[in-house]
């Protein structure tokens, strides 16, 4: 039937009354009127990122719809909880979160976006469990400071500490654990205690502190000693103190061999380094050691708490640690030598009051992490924290290659860091989620020799310093030779930057991060920049203690003296008070249960 002209003929197709067929019109574009997630959150542990997620632009049909802005997702419940990159921008109708994690366990976590003029999307539940801890293992052997060779290695005939790191004449076996009850064992070879036994990865050997005793080994005074080294594969200390002899050249550790480990042991009064871990360890990990009092002696000479480098595939590991008191480096990564500063990961590290007089021995100003050598690559920075109390012209982080190379593959998040950052000669580098304080400096890029940033991804960082200050200070460069007194300056010099804020010239309030221990249950670093100055901060352990259990808590600084808090938990936040030692403005804690605290 012809109407108006038009005759209909197929699906869609019209012919006119003049005999013209012509096809359908096109169906109006569809409108984007809500999200969906597109893939879900998966439950996950404690500060681990979680699997990637996809949140898709959709029309009123739930068909896939063009949209230009940003999508945020907010934790609930909890939404303080979540880290990363939580705004991002849509590319092609889907909006991806690649860096979330969630620092609280809990159960029924989920996540809701939202976007403007959309209508928002709640994803499904998911749950966040802390930290799994390593399996509970019962002492097999036991040495003391006046056990023997010709014991039986019981605990009421316990060997010497050097007849069981040389193996016990075949006794001690991959996957035992041998108990070094209280005491110290001093050792007066220039060699040091040496360990060469071989375990694997589902069966470590592994010397540690018998539950809440202190346990020390204590350098004999001999010039130039080392009072530790671990060699042999799969070899791990654990929970043991270890004292150098800050009067002569000497060291704490020295690691080398295969996967050896150092773990929540405590480490000072060295007079070169803590721990020296080279590239002769094939990866290895130093987790949860706290190490302090290292003085240099002599400008430029030692004085660091780690001394690193590596030329394995296989990741080295530092983790956890804290590390303050310091004459030189904090964390010192050096090697001349091509290829031999890769695959390191740094997470969840401490460093404060390095560069300073330890011991009476002067110190520099020096970087709390400083890496150098030609080509560094595939080095992962994540969740650090420096602090240092002096507000001159000091360095939290400095990342460079030597002249006439370039740095790759660094990543760079959320950390924490009370100095200048310095990177040098990258050409490939991820940057987000960044906090920086200089007072006379945030972030100096001395970036690739043309200054191109194109192999960066850089965002959503925040940077602390005075805006029009004296171009002799330059809070920013890029490249190094050029300062600018504001961040807009850099921005347009970099390229890079542009979602970065600075919010004034210095942080304002309190930050509280607290670090779950991966190694001992209820364990945790407290960390706490209190830019107010309060007298007590309130820190929520319940990602690290669960109610009834008794815990104490110690500052870092008097790791031996009186509990700063302790009692039986009870689910409430607890108020730590500020006084002494760094605070008020800032403080690290250790918090345990009361029965593992050494004595």
């Not at 310093?465 to 490249?479: D, E, I, K, L, Q």
Request: with cysteine; glycine share 10%.
């Amino acid at each position: 039937m012809i109407q108006h002209g038009i005759a209909r003929v197929g699906r869609g197709w019209q012919r006119l009354k003049s005999g013209l067929i012509i096809p359908p019109l096109p169906p109006p574009p569809s409108v984007a009127s809500k999200l969906a997630f597109l893939s879900q959150p998966q439950s996950a542990q404690i500060n681990t990122t979680l699997p990637v997620i996809h949140v898709v632009t959709q029309d009123v049909n739930g068909v896939t719809a063009p949209y230009s802005g940003t999508v945020t997702v907010v934790l609930s419940p909890n939404p303080g909880a979540l880290a990363g990159t939580v705004q991002v921008t849509v590319v092609d109708s889907i909006a991806t979160f690649s860096t979330l994690s969630v620092t609280q366990a809990a159960d029924g976590y989920s996540l809701t976006a939202t976007a403007s003029g959309l209508a928002s999307a709640v994803s499904a539940l998911f749950n966040i469990t802390a930290s799994p801890p390593p399996p509970t293992v019962a002492f097999d052997w036991f040495v003391s400071p006046t056990g023997t060779s010709s014991n039986s290695g019981t605990i009421d005939s316990p060997w010497s500490l050097a007849h069981a790191l040389a193996g016990a004449n075949g006794f001690i076996a991959p996957g035992d654990v041998i108990a070094l009850r209280r005491g110290s064992y001093i050792v007066t070879a220039q060699a040091g205690f040496v360990v060469s036994l071989v375990g694997s990865a589902a069966a470590p050997i592994v010397f540690r502190a018998f539950t809440g005793e202190r346990a020390t080994l204590q350098g004999g005074g001999t010039l130039g000693q080392t009072v530790l080294h671990v060699n042999g594969v799969r070899c791990y200390f654990q929970d043991v103190e270890i004292i150098g002899n800050n009067r002569i050249f000497s060291s704490g550790a020295n690691l080398k061999g295969t996967e050896n480990k150092l773990i929540n042991c405590h480490i000072h009064n060295a007079m070169e380094v803590g721990v020296s871990a080279f590239q002769d360890l094939v990866g290895g990990e130093i987790y949860g050691c706290i190490i302090h009092n290292v003085p240099q002696l002599e400008a430029g000479a030692g004085g660091y708490s780690m001394y690193i480098n590596h030329n394995s595939g296989v990741v080295k590991k530092i983790l956890d640690n804290v590390v303050f008191n310091l004459g030189g480096y904090g964390t010192h990564g050096y090697t001349p030598t091509a290829g031999d500063m890769q695959n390191l990961e740094m997470v969840g590290n401490i460093v404060f009051n390095q560069g300073v007089t330890v011991d009476g021995f002067p110190g520099e100003l020096s970087a709390a992490f400083l890496f150098s050598a030609p080509n560094p690559q595939n080095i992962v920075y994540t969740d650090n924290y420096c602090y240092h109390p002096n507000d001159a012209l000091t360095w939290a982080l400095q990342i460079s290659a030597l002249e006439g190379s370039t740095l790759s593959g660094i990543t760079l998040r959320r950390n924490y860091l009370h100095g200048g950052s310095r990177l040098s000669q990258a050409t490939s580098l991820i940057g987000t989620d960044n906090t920086f304080y200089g007072p006379r400096l945030v972030i100096a890029q001395a970036l690739n020799t043309s200054g191109n940033t194109a192999g960066w991804t850089w965002a959503n960082n925040v940077h602390y310093s005075v805006s029009g200050a004296s171009p002799n200070t330059f809070p920013w460069r890029h490249p190094w030779a050029i300062g600018h007194t504001t961040l807009a300056a850099w921005r347009a010099a970099s390229g890079i930057g542009t979602t970065d804020t600075n919010p004034g010239a210095a942080p304002t309030g309190t930050q509280v991060f607290v670090r779950p221990n991966a190694y001992e249950p209820a364990r945790a670093n407290i960390i706490i920049f209190n830019w107010a100055e309060s007298a007590n901060v309130s820190v929520d352990l319940s990602s690290v203690l669960s109610i009834g259990q008794n815990y104490t808590i110690k500052n870092v600084q008097d790791y031996y003296g009186g509990a700063v808090v302790s009692g039986t938990y009870d689910g409430a936040p607890v108020s730590i008070p500020m006084a002494g030692f760094t605070g008020p403005r800032f403080q690290v804690f250790l918090a345990r249960l009361s029965s593992n605290w050494e004595s």
